[in-house]
């Protein structure tokens, strides 16, 4: 098994600290100052940016098992949250990390599980391939 911190991995490990760092900024913030406004969201996003973080360190850690929950995890809730925002607008008064699938964030947010998935399992083979 190969680090996931490695090669390639390096470039996922900065992405994913870079979205970690920016989601958890835009939480806090709106926690601090506008979490009446809209609740649900808010709270999604700072869910999402612990979520962001956790991986962001099990990836360049090499932590599997932490990493494969904070991917699959960040996987599920932008599915989720992305249709769910789509489905139900009203529940969503505010834009949230996952929210449109990650429009706000160009769709990194979307692209991003993809990518840690595959890289995992590239890493995770015995043969080094």
């Given at each position: 098994m190969r680090r996931t911190s490695t090669g390639p991995g390096r470039a996922l490990v900065a992405v994913y600290g870079v979205l970690a760092l920016s989601a958890t900024a835009r939480a806090v913030f709106q926690v601090a100052t506008k979490l009446s406004q809209a609740p649900v969201a808010y709270l999604l996003s700072l869910f999402a940016a612990l979520v962001y973080i956790v991986a962001t360190v099990a990836l360049a850690t090499s932590r599997r098992r932490l990493a494969w929950t904070a991917v699959l995890t960040e996987l599920t809730g932008v599915l989720v949250v992305g249709t769910v925002s789509l489905v139900a607008r009203q529940?969503?008064?505010?834009?949230?990390?996952?929210?449109?699938?990650g429009q706000g964030y160009g769709y990194v947010p979307l692209l991003l599980p993809f990518l840690g998935v595959l890289w995992l399992v590239r890493t995770g083979r015995g043969d080094g391939r």
């Amino acid at each position: 098994m190969r680090r996931t911190s490695t090669g390639p991995g390096r470039a996922l490990v900065a992405v994913y600290g870079v979205l970690a760092l920016s989601a958890t900024a835009r939480a806090v913030f709106q926690v601090a100052t506008k979490l009446s406004q809209a609740p649900v969201a808010y709270l999604l996003s700072l869910f999402a940016a612990l979520v962001y973080i956790v991986a962001t360190v099990a990836l360049a850690t090499s932590r599997r098992r932490l990493a494969w929950t904070a991917v699959l995890t960040e996987l599920t809730g932008v599915l989720v949250v992305g249709t769910v925002s789509l489905v139900a607008r009203q529940e969503f008064p505010d834009a949230t990390v996952w929210s449109a699938y990650g429009q706000g964030y160009g769709y990194v947010p979307l692209l991003l599980p993809f990518l840690g998935v595959l890289w995992l399992v590239r890493t995770g083979r015995g043969d080094g391939r």
